[in-house]
């Protein structure tokens, strides 16, 4: 087990949250407890498995229709004894909440590739699943990559939907941009393009209320170094180096996640319900008619971690959201996958699939690090002063980024990466796995990958600066289109028992060839002017790290997951071992979708919650129609915009008469978390924390 990730700060501290005492702290606890029920009804039209970053946009979304009866299933607690260092932002890096038990905490397999060492997988387990304890980057894929994704699903029945137009706009949908104040404008060196993102919806994306010099000194390091600086990354050229914005809410400085954005602020709605440590252990199908698709009819559950088994019916559709990991392994203890997994598991088919699990790529990433005499937010934090009391600088987390393309990287040497990349297709592909389908899907991504991505302006690494610990600044680099893909699958047939997650990393020898230049960048930034006045020694790896194979056994031995896993429920078509249809739908199944981080073919350039908001919102708007078909006016498009818009509680007035509190008056009339007005509150707590060593995202 890599234990290099943590090191431990005997730290304790207490950290009091500016603002007056609420005089009813219940009233709090009431208000965002609405939708939120320790009993359900016997059926659901639609039930959603997770209530993670995806799920609470569905579950949101989709009870907008009063008509629709709409049940969310959570694995998890519902979060709020940590609530507050779930809203602190700078908490995910001092009171980090992976040792609790909203953190599902996974292991891959010993990877070969990396010293036969496993490794933590963190997973959000509550209400906004991973979005409620990450690191909170708000940034965009490129126009190229996801309009690569549409081309890879061909004339498919609903690919337009996944172009880069459609998906700009289901992420727009989801945000609130909140513009920089002048003073760390200037002083981070942030530019933006606010037409480039949303304005009404649900998530905040804006800029901390704190910054460091630091971080204004990037963009010049990184012209230095000959990356470009990028100056509207948000609008589909995702390349070159900038200040990203970040989940947070910049009226309070708290942390803006899909419970606050997309489940607090609803007013009692009578036909949404969200139940909470509900751990779906399968998908339950109507046996007689296997003839054509299978139909789900009931979900089960365990609500006491195994020990007892639940059912709720479903009248219309199954909706996994369960993630990269939680969602191919529903499918799975449902008896849908591939069927050499299902066998060796014991687990009976009841749907083969190939691909499902497979396809799995993730961000592997590394840091070097200096030793600094300058002050850092974590010399700050650990001296203890006023700054640990102040919520604008609690709000400061890292957000200087740059994605970095192949010539950029590897200059004239490009053309030869290349060709040695397509010369390994064949023999890699058969590597993939032994079904003819998963392998050519392999094949798909991989050539996809290397023709249209690598080949492109999309960057190839991510570069990010850190200074969250005490003395110390980090550049981190991330391979980003990873050529390693890897595979979620299971070794028992009891669901309660984790999946078995095996990334395969650095398997691939161009994976290990990408990491290693994009670090060496890395480092090269660290010596660039004017970063380097900030930087007195590097301290690791340091001086004896240096020619390619030092720097290859280094990798291979402290390399860690960047947090971003996707494509194991892949939407591509079903002869390439697909696992989703373009219109989400689980291929042999009549009646369950998937719509999270698991479904794009490709890994995104990118932190993974933007896009992951622009699926959601876009499953929720492709499924209404599907149920409102007939209500939907043909031809006059002005008059039916309602439908796809961010409706407000006025839109569902039945729920809105079952409203007993005050509160619900203040509801939202846009789904955003501005509407409702809860009192702040007060609170004082002592922290021995464990502070992640390279936690910078
Ligand atoms: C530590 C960390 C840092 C990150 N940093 C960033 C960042 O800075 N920026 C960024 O953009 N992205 C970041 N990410 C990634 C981002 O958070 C995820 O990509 C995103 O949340 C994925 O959304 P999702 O809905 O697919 O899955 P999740 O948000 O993980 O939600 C899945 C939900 O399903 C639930 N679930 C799973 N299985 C079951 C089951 N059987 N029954 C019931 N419920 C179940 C889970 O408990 C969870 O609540 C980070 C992730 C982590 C873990
Ligand atoms: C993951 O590995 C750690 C360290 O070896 C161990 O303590 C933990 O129990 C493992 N978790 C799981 C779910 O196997
Ligand atoms: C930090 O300061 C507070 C007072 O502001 C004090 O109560 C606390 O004990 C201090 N913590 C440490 C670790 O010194
Ligand atoms: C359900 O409600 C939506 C809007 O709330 C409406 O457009 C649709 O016509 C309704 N569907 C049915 C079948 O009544
Ligand atoms: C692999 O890991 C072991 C144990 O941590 C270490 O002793 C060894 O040097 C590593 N091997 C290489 C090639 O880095
Ligand atoms: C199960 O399938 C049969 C035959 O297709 C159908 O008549 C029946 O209504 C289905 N039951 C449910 C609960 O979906
Ligand atoms: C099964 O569903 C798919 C769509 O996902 C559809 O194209 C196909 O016709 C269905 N098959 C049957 C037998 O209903
Ligand atoms: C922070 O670093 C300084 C300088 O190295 C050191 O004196 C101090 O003890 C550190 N604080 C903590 C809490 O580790
Ligand atoms: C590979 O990608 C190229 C360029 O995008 C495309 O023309 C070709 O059809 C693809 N081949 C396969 C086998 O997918
Ligand atoms: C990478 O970016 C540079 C600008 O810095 C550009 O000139 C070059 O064409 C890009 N590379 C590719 C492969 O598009
Ligand atoms: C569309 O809405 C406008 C304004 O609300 C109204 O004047 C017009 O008659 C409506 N058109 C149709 C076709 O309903
Ligand atoms: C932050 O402010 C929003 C209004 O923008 C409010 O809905 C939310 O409850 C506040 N959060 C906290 C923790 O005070
Ligand atoms: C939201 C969206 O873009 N929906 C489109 C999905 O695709 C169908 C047909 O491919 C279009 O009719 C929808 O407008």
Redesign the pocket.
Known sequence: MRHLLYTTLAVAASVVLAAPLADDVSDFNLLHARNIVTEIQDSYDFVIVGGGLAGLVLGGRLSEDSNHTVLVLEAGSNGDEYRDRINTPADAYYESLWPTPLNWAFNTTAQAGMNNSQMTWPRGKTLGGSSAINGMYMNRPGEIEVNAWQVMLGDMDGADNWSWDSLFAAMKKSETFGPPTQEIAQEAGITYDASSHGSHGPIHMSYPGYTFPLVGQWSEAMENVGIPVSHDTYGGESWGAYVSTSAINPTNWTRSYSRSGYLDPLPPRSNYDVLTDAHVTRILF?S??K?GNL?A?AVEYSPDGGATKLTV?VNKEVILAGGTVGSPAVLLYSGVGPKDVLDAAGVDVVSELPGVGHHLQDHLSATVQWSTDQSTAGSLYAANGSETTDSAFLSYVNSATAYVNASNMFGAGMADLKTSILQQLDSFAASAGTDETVVAGYKAIYNTTINTIFSSHIGQVELLIGNNLNGTINIGCAIQHPFSHGQISINSSNPMDYPVINPNYLTHPADIHILREGIKIARRLGEAEPLSSSMTKEVWPGSDVSSDDEWDDWLRNVAFTEYHPSSSCAMMPLKQGGVVDANLRVYGLANVRVADASVPPTAFSAHLMSSTYGIAEQASTLIRKYYNIDSIPKKSHHNTTSTAKPSSSANNPAAMTTSTSSAASASSTNGSDGGVSIQPWTLIFAIAATVLFEFWL
């Open positions: 109507n007689s008619s003839a139909s009819n019916n």
